[in-house]
């Protein structure tokens, strides 16, 4: 098992600082992926697929930089979450269409033109203050990160 130690800011108050632990896993082809979740020594077992369907908190990590300012934004914004929900049978629906199968440990969502491949593991949801929940880290085939928490 491997982890990482990072500081972390409140969007509030941006000289505030803590630090984070969060795990790493590896895709397939060695990239490595980052948990959307703080570590805190959950019982690693396995994800039924049957718990994977339900509403989910989802983030696709785009960086915005004004043209012209790359060099002095400090601030490029923030990725707001959208909900999105893996329907029993593989269809996806909400804010995205498309569908999702799952080989453990591994979700493929189909979604918008884009494939992504997404960790499954079990973790908590620090900002919803709920103990155990299972969580989605992944990439699409662009390389674009994708984050997910299901919402209980």
């Known amino acids: 098992q491997f982890y990482i130690g990072h500081q972390g800011r409140p969007g509030v108050n941006s000289y ?11 895709t397939p082809d060695g990239w490595p992926l980052v948990s959307c979740q703080r570590y805190a020594t959950e019982e690693e077992t396995a994800v039924e697929e049957s718990e994977l369907a339900g509403d989910w908190e989802l983030i696709i990590y785009t960086y915005q930089v004004v043209p012209g300012y790359a060099d002095e934004q400090v601030n490029p914004g923030f990725s ?21 199968s ?46 997910a928490k299901k919402l209980e």
């Open 102 to 147: 799952y080989t453990a440990p591994w979700l493929t969502m189909n979604y918008d033109g884009h494939t992504a491949q997404l960790r499954v593991e079990r973790g908590r949801d620090w900002e919803k203050e709920v103990e155990s929940t299972v969580l989605l880290t992944g990439l699409n085939e662009q390389h674009v990160t994708l984050w």
């Open 80 to 100: 707001d979450a959208q909900v999105i929900t893996l329907e029993a049978g593989g269809t996806l629906s909400g804010n995205l269409s498309g569908s999702w």
């Open 16 to 26: 505030y600082m803590v630090m984070h632990v969060r795990q790493l896993f590896w």
